[in-house]
Every structure is written in C-alpha cells, then in structure tokens.
C-alpha cells in the first residue's frame, strides 16, 4: 500500500487492518512515498518524518512502514513493484490502493501493465467511489473484478483482476491532520 503518509493517521491503520483481514495477508507493507509523480511537493513534509510517522501509526500490528522505494531508487509504482518481486520472488504480493488513486489511475505510468503484474485491492474512500468506478482504468478492468467475499483467494486469480473493498468509513484524513498543526512534522525529526 503506497502513499505519501503526510502524516499517517488512524484511517490509514484501520485500511491496512481491515485489508489484512480481508485478503488473509500476513503482513501489510505501507511504502512511503519519497515524492509522488502525480501530487505537489509544497506541502510534503521531509521523507523522515512521514516515515517516522507511519511507523508510530503501525506500531503493535502486522503493518510494516517502509521507505522502500527510496532505497530502491524507484519513482514509479511499476518499477517498485517489479524490484520487490525480484527481491522476494517467493512471496506473493497484492497491490492495496485507496478508490481515490483508482479514479486516477490511468494517469499512472504502466498500469496496464502494473494489473497485468499484481493483483489489485481498492478501498472504498467516502466521495471518490462514483467517479472511480466511471474512470478510464475502471472501463478496462470491470471485466475483471473479483467478489469481495473471495477477497482472500487472491493468491488464485488470474491477472489482472481487482477487488473492491468496502469497510466502515473512518472520518481521518490527512488534509485536515495538516491543516490543524502544519507543523507536525516537527514531532518526528
């Protein structure tokens, strides 16, 4: 699950649980962004504290923060997909994204190819479904969306294929964490 976590906060960490439970994952990664190719870099706290940050949300759990893709070197989704699965070729991986990038996800570089390679998971978010589901990716994918009940045979699925998940909305959000204390980087540097 890849994301700017600018900061992260209890929406996040209540995805990531109810994904975990409902794909039957042992673990969560949550990639840290080191920059978005698609988001403004003014207001983008520094990579260390959104990492920092994420790891405090993830405490106590199965959800591992990381900065991955700054280590990797990679920028793009695909590219950081297809190195972690040359890093771990015996695992399997499942790419968890919120409805909002799935609304976007057109625009991202490779995605027909990044479906043709993992499996997707997309959360519901609360005022991003309709536009999501009417989206270019979504006219291509529709074919191939799985029942959210067999969420968790994932592992069996012939690519590309997507699920839409849907569990109690959590009003967190982000924008709003920033908007209350801007400098709430600060607390983790």
């Not at 976590?5 to 929406?11: D, L």
């Not at 909002?100 to 997309?122: K, S, Y």
């Not at 309709?130 to 989206?135: I, M, T, V």
């Not at 967190?172 to 801007?182: E, F, K």
């Amino acid at each position: 699950m890849g994301g700017s976590f600018n900061p992260a906060h209890r929406a996040h960490r209540r995805v990531a649980l109810d994904a975990m439970r409902a794909l039957e994952l042992d673990a969560l990664w949550w990639l840290v962004s080191p920059g978005n190719p698609l988001k403004p870099r003014a207001g983008m706290a520094p990579l260390a504290a959104r990492l920092a940050s994420a790891r405090a949300m993830a405490r106590g759990t199965r959800v591992r923060a990381t900065a991955l893709e700054a280590s990797l070197g990679t920028r793009y989704t695909l590219d950081t997909v297809h190195a972690i699965r040359r890093r771990w070729p015996r695992t399997r991986f499942v790419w968890v994204m919120g409805a909002d990038n799935l609304g976007q996800f057109h625009r991202w570089r490779g995605w027909r190819r990044l479906a043709a390679t993992v499996p997707i998971a997309v959360v519901a978010r609360p005022g991003y479904e309709g536009p999501a589901l009417a989206g270019p990716a979504m006219g291509w994918l529709r074919r191939r969306v799985r029942p959210a009940a067999g969420a968790g045979h994932w592992t069996g699925w012939t690519l590309p294929a997507l699920v839409l998940l849907r569990f109690r909305p959590d009003p967190g959000s982000a924008t709003a964490l920033r908007a209350g204390d801007p400098d709430w980087f600060r607390r983790f540097l």
